[in-house]
Nanobody, 125 residues
C-alpha cells in the first residue's frame, strides 16, 4: 500500500489550504483514511477521518473549520482547512487502514500500518 500526501504550504492566519492524500495498492474492503498532524515538540494527534461509507469524524480542534472528503472511487482524500490558526502548524500525515467506522480510526491511530511521509503546513503572519 502506498500513501502519498500533497498540497501543504504556508498561509497566513485566517487563510485556507487544501491538502490531498492518494492511496494505491489497497485491495481489501472497508478502507478508512484520516489526517493526523504533529507539531514541533508535540505528539501526533488526530485531525479528521473518513470511512468507506463517507462518514467523517473530526477532532474538536477541527470542527467547524476543516472538511474532509473523498473522491468517488474513495482512494483520494482531501482536507479543506479554513480559518487556519498558528496552532494548526505541523506536519500532516495521511493514514489508511481497514476500519468499521471513522471514529475508530481517529481514536486508535496508533494501529494504522499505512502512512504517508507527511506534508508541511505552516500558518504564520
Amino acid at each position: 500500500v502506498q500513501v502519498i500526501e500533497s498540497g501543504g504550504g504556508s498561509v497566513q492566519p485566517g487563510g485556507s489550504l487544501r491538502i490531498s492524500c492518494e492511496v494505491s495498492g489497497y485491495d481489501d474492503v472497508g478502507l478508512c483514511m484520516g489526517w493526523f498532524r504533529q507539531a514541533p515538540g508535540k505528539e501526533r494527534e488526530g485531525v479528521a477521518a473518513i470511512d468507506s461509507d463517507g462518514i467523517p469524524t473530526y477532532a474538536d480542534s477541527a470542527k467547524g473549520r476543516f472538511t474532509i472528503s473523498q473522491d468517488r472511487v474513495k482512494t483520494t482524500m482531501y482536507l479543506q482547512m479554513s480559518s487556519l490558526k498558528q496552532e494548526d502548524t505541523g506536519i500532516y500525515y495521511c493514514g489508511a487502514e481497514r476500519c468499521t467506522e471513522s471514529r475508530y480510526l481517529l481514536r486508535d491511530f496508533v494501529n494504522i500500518k499505512n502512512w504517508g511521509r507527511g506534508t508541511q503546513v505552516n500558518v504564520s503572519s
